[in-house]
């Protein structure tokens, strides 16, 4: 059984980038509405998908010209500079509006490093975990990462920082082409930009055509070996951590799934014991004395054996619902019952759970190689009476279903609803039918769906594929625009 949660305590997610098809921010609402928690959230606006959730309390809108401020180059850079002040105004007014103190969950980076560094001068209307106001900054700083898994021992690609434009072609050299290109303060990129936090490089020109736009950036340019993707090559650890690095909630899990097709965020993830995962994170929250939620992604190297450490973002990932144990514990409810000074019970793991985004799964099966489509049972699962209504509160059920669906919940549909019409309504609808025709064209390869049962295993023609997959874009969001080689939440 979950532990009782303080339900006079409500909790605020706060997520600065915007993003309306953000499924972890409406995994978070559902989490702890379903536990009697009173949910406020940060939306882009009172009509978007997560906003239709019947667990919200309310939604309060971001300001129609954001908080983000303007940054400074060099080597001093700052989280969010002038931000600060228009995010804690922000802060403090949702703050009088909700009437007493609250849970902070931030849902992005920019979120978290923000909150951590005024948190003492919101003492009183937040609960955030005990930390250094600088911790999330540093840990989200891909060049500090870097050094910090040296000094431990944790594997990471070789990453350069050349200072001129020589350096940069002769660091392309030195790791050898094709190589990521990554920023190391992404948060810092100017939003609806062309440039985007990490970028597959091919040539040393375009490695010099970069650095040149340091200064647009804001921060330094990283030059990174390119670990070579894969099927079964991309993990990823959610955890919540309580003083003295004792886990809380959370475990390792595997990317089925992704969209982009091998470079994106997660559209099938499924929950896997992975002992040298869990042991790199254990270290790093031993090391930080690291308190609250992560999110880490890995990617597995056969060129070293060895799982590479390429993120870590100091927040709830988008598919944390996965890490939901048989006790209807997760990472978000691990959160605020530490932080209301109630003890989680020991975490009871369902390892093979399966965690579905419904939009991008679709995309990411459609792009897919024949053998690698989403089986169809899995697809069943998603979307019969197993989804159910994901309530694990106590309300007469003891297991949590096997999968979880991001969208769809039959206890609270609205927001799938929205989002299925949003995302018709962006460009979907003209795509989808672009894929129809393509789909219907003679010859080609074809896509084979999997036998039913009882076919004697016979496959199922159902038209030419030929890229149309692609074609089916979703609509472009920041994550979308921001990433394209190593994988993200």
Same mark, same amino acid.
Not at 77 to 96: F, H, K, V
Not at 361 to 385: I, K, M, N, W, Y
């Given at each position: 059984?979950?532990?009782?949660?303080?339900?006079?305590?409500?909790?605020?997610?706060?997520?600065?980038?915007?993003?309306?098809?953000?499924?972890?921010?409406?995994?978070?609402?559902?989490?702890?509405?379903?536990?009697?928690?009173?949910?406020?959230?940060?939306?882009?606006?009172?009509?978007?998908?997560?906003?239709?959730?019947?667990?919200?309390?309310?939604?309060?809108?971001?300001?129609?010209?954001?908080?983000?401020?303007?940054?400074?180059?060099?080597?001093?850079?700052?989280?969010?500079?002038?931000?600060?002040?228009?995010?804690?105004?922000?802060?403090?007014?949702?703050?009088?509006?909700?009437?007493?103190?609250?849970?902070?969950?931030?849902?992005?980076?920019?979120?978290?490093?923000?909150?951590?560094?005024?948190?003492?001068?919101?003492?009183?209307?937040?609960?955030?975990?005990?930390?250094?106001?600088?911790?999330?900054?540093?840990?989200?700083?891909?060049?500090?990462?870097?050094?910090?898994?040296?000094?431990?021992?944790?594997?990471?690609?070789?990453?350069?920082?050349?200072?001129?434009?020589?350096?940069?072609?002769?660091?392309?050299?030195?790791?050898?082409?094709?190589?990521?290109?990554?920023?190391?303060?992404?948060? *810092?990129?100017?939003?609806?930009?062309?440039?985007?936090?990490?970028?597959?490089?091919?040539?040393?020109?375009?490695?010099?055509?970069?650095?040149?736009?340091? /200064?647009?950036?804001?921060?330094?340019?990283?030059?990174?070996?390119?670990?070579?993707?894969?099927?079964?090559?991309?993990?990823?650890?959610?955890?919540?951590?309580?003083?003295?690095?004792?886990?809380?909630?959370?475990?390792?899990?595997?990317?089925?799934?992704?969209?982009?097709?091998?470079?994106?965020?997660?559209?099938?993830?499924?929950? *896997?014991?992975?002992?040298?995962?869990?042991?790199?994170?254990?270290?790093?929250?031993?090391?930080?004395?690291?308190?609250?939620?992560?999110?880490?992604?890995?990617?597995?190297?056969?060129?070293?054996?060895?799982?590479? *450490?390429?993120?870590?973002?100091?927040?709830?990932?988008?598919?944390?619902?996965?890490?939901?144990?048989?006790?209807?514990?997760?990472?978000?409810?691990?959160?605020?019952?530490?932080?209301?000074?109630?003890?989680?019970?020991?975490?009871?793991?369902?390892?093979?759970?399966?965690?579905?985004?419904?939009?991008?799964?679709?995309?990411?099966?459609?792009?897919?190689?024949?053998?690698?489509?989403?089986?169809?049972?899995?697809?069943?699962?998603?979307?019969?009476?197993?989804? /159910?209504?994901?309530?694990?509160?106590?309300?007469?059920?003891?297991?949590?279903?096997?999968?979880?669906?991001?969208?769809?919940?039959?206890?609270?549909?609205?927001?799938?609803?929205?989002?299925?019409?949003?995302?018709?309504?962006?460009?979907?609808?003209?795509?989808?039918?672009?894929?129809?025709?393509?789909?219907?064209?003679?010859?080609?390869?074809?896509?084979?769906?999997?036998?039913?049962?009882?076919?004697?295993?016979?496959?199922?023609?159902?038209?030419?594929?030929?890229?149309?997959?692609?074609?089916? /874009?979703?609509?472009?969001?920041?994550?979308?625009?921001?990433?394209?080689?190593?994988?993200?939440?």
């Amino acid at each position: 059984m979950s532990p009782p949660f303080d339900t006079e305590v409500p909790v605020l997610l706060l997520r600065i980038d915007r993003n309306p098809f953000h499924h972890g921010t409406l995994g978070a609402i559902r989490s702890l509405g379903r536990a009697g928690v009173e949910v406020h959230a940060v939306v882009e606006s009172p009509h978007c998908p997560i906003g239709r959730s019947r667990y919200l309390r309310q939604g309060h809108q971001l300001p129609a010209d954001g908080v983000r401020g303007t940054h400074r180059t060099g080597e001093t850079i700052d989280a969010g500079g002038a931000s600060d002040d228009r995010l804690e105004r922000m802060l403090r007014q949702i703050s009088d509006r909700i009437g007493r103190p609250a849970v902070l969950i931030p849902m992005d980076d920019m979120g978290a490093i923000a909150a951590a560094r005024f948190a003492g001068r919101l003492t009183g209307r937040f609960l955030l975990p005990e930390q250094p106001p600088d911790l999330p900054q540093r840990v989200a700083d891909k060049a500090r990462l870097a050094a910090m898994c040296g000094e431990l021992g944790i594997p990471h690609p070789p990453t350069l920082s050349p200072r001129s434009a020589g350096e940069t072609a002769a660091a392309a050299r030195e790791l050898g082409l094709p190589l990521i290109a990554k920023w190391s303060r992404p948060w *810092l990129l100017p939003q609806g930009g062309a440039l985007r936090s990490t970028t597959v490089v091919t040539t040393e020109d375009q490695a010099r055509a970069l650095y040149r736009r340091s /200064g647009e950036a804001g921060s330094r340019l990283l030059l990174q070996r390119l670990v070579p993707g894969g099927r079964n090559t991309d993990w990823f650890f959610h955890g919540c951590f309580t003083g003295g690095a004792v886990r809380l909630a959370g475990g390792a899990g595997r990317k089925e799934r992704s969209w982009p097709v091998g470079a994106g965020l997660t559209a099938v993830g499924r929950w *896997l014991p992975n002992p040298e995962v869990e042991s790199a994170a254990r270290l790093l929250a031993e090391h930080l004395d690291y308190r609250g939620v992560l999110d880490l992604d890995f990617r597995f190297d056969a060129a070293t054996d060895t799982y590479q *450490l390429l993120d870590f973002n100091p927040r709830p990932g988008a598919q944390f619902r996965l890490f939901t144990d048989r006790s209807g514990l997760d990472v978000v409810r691990a959160l605020h019952l530490d932080l209301t000074g109630r003890t989680a019970a020991p975490a009871d793991p369902v390892p093979g759970r399966l965690f579905v985004a419904e939009n991008y799964a679709l995309l990411s099966s459609l792009a897919a190689l024949p053998s690698e489509g989403l089986p169809l049972a899995a697809a069943r699962r998603a979307r019969g009476p197993a989804a /159910g209504d994901g309530s694990d509160a106590g309300e007469g059920r003891k297991e949590p279903r096997e999968t979880e669906t991001a969208w769809f919940a039959a206890d609270d549909p609205a927001p799938f609803l929205a989002m299925a019409t949003a995302w018709l309504g962006q460009g979907g609808r003209k795509a989808a039918v672009r894929l129809g025709r393509r789909l219907l064209r003679p010859g080609g390869p074809a896509v084979r769906e999997p036998a039913p049962e009882g076919t004697g295993g016979r496959s199922r023609r159902i038209g030419r594929a030929g890229g149309a997959a692609a074609s089916l /874009g979703a609509p472009r969001t920041p994550a979308d625009l921001r990433t394209t080689e190593h994988p993200t939440a």
